[in-house]
């Protein structure tokens, strides 16, 4: 069964820092005209473009709640960043005439075009008019208008998909001579410079993060250098781990989320240099994995104590803040 862990992205972050009493004004008037809008699509906003992605529920709070794409190809190229965005319907409900019916979880093509406008209200009229309303503040919002599209099989990736760029990418673990591998039943990898897998490993789900490179054979690629890992948590007990997801709080308990599982971390918050500001953030956390009786979150907050139920926990755990979570580290299948 697919577990999905949604992330939300908030922020849009551009790639020119514009310190605040720096902003370049931009009229309005015969904007098109003037300047090529360019949405989170990397494409010019209003331009019909092919994406295929997961359908993910946004945020319950805030302007980005209802159906998301979770963004994984725009036309032929695939993307593994995380790139989430509300979608609309062109005309009248999704399941309408060549609107497909959405349903969180599967995976969809779609013809879209980006847009976007201004919600929430401005700090300033919403001081002068001294009426006290829910609010996000006041930002520019974009969403995908779907024109059409279609259910379709969930996405495999492959190599082929990344040549010469870096990817993370998952199979079966194996030893070829002094080389290790990782392989499915269309590709294999070459771990170019890496260590062999060791035999508690062999035959277990890992992933490989590297530049993806083609050999001179169909169907091998080879990675130098990459950071390989095994993927699954029961495969891992007793072992010291590195694991990227993300830390939650919720009345004073700390946990970690990895790939949709919640995961208790000893000590957690007392951590050196942990701060309340690490709620949701993003972070690869290190140490033994182990497993124990712990508080069930799904009664955290609850008027009753909460029962005990078996967690995974790392112990001796240290923790280093990652710029971000790359969309395959959301998705995870546990058969």
């Known amino acids: 069964m697919k577990r999905l862990l949604i992330f939300y992205l908030l922020i849009q972050i551009s790639n020119v820092c514009i ?26 906003m209003g331009r019909t473009l092919t994406v295929r992605g997961i359908i993910v529920e946004g945020p319950f709070k805030g302007y980005e709640g209802g159906p998301n794409l979770m963004v994984q190809m725009i036309n032929d190229s695939s993307i593994q960043r995380l790139l989430q965005i509300p979608v609309s319907p062109y005309f009248g409900e999704f399941g309408d005439k060549s609107l497909p019916k959405l349903k ?11 847009t976007g406008e ?41 190599p082929a998909n990344f040549l010469e760029q870096n990817a993370l990418l998952s199979g079966i673990a194996k030893n070829e001579m002094d080389t290790a591998v990782i392989q499915t039943s ?45 993927v699954r948590l029961n495969d891992q007990l007793g072992k010291t781990v590195k694991l990227r997801g993300k830390a939650i709080n919720l ?28 709620h949701f953030r993003p972070m690869e956390i290190t140490g033994i994995l182990e497993q124990a009786e712990m508080p069930d979150l799904n009664q955290i907050g609850m008027e009753i104590i909460p029962a005990r139920k078996l967690y995974y926990i790392v112990r001796t755990a240290n923790w280093t803040p990652i710029s971000e979570l790359l969309s395959p580290e959301l998705l995870f299948d546990d058969d």
Do not use: C, H
């Not at 009493?21 to 904007?31: G, M, S």
């Not at 969180?104 to 980006?114: F, I, Q, S």
């Not at 062999?202 to 990459?226: A, D």
């Open 19 to 44: 310190g605040q009493d720096e902003k370049i004004r931009v009229p309005i008037n015969n904007l098109q005209n003037q300047f090529d809008l360019v949405g989170q699509l990397g494409e010019t």
């Open 104 to 114: 969180n979880g599967a995976t969809y093509l779609l013809k879209v075009y980006e």
């Open 118 to 158: 201004f919600v929430g209200t401005p700090p300033d009229a919403y001081d002068e008019a001294g009426v006290i309303l829910q609010t996000t503040g006041f930002y520019f919002r974009n969403r995908l208008i779907v024109i059409s599209g279609k259910k379709i099989k969930p996405i495999e990736w492959s």
């Open 186 to 230: 269309k590709w294999k990898l070459k771990l170019i410079g890496s260590r062999k897998w060791a035999d508690s490993e062999i035959g277990k789900l890992s992933e490989v993060y590297g530049k993806i490179r083609q050999t001179e054979t169909t169907g091998i690629y080879n990675v130098e250098n990459g950071q390989s890992r095994l």
């Open 251 to 278: 009345n004073e308990y700390w946990w970690f989320n990895y790939r949709g599982i919640d995961i208790y971390v000893e000590k957690m918050d007392e951590l050196p240099n942990w701060t309340a500001d690490n």
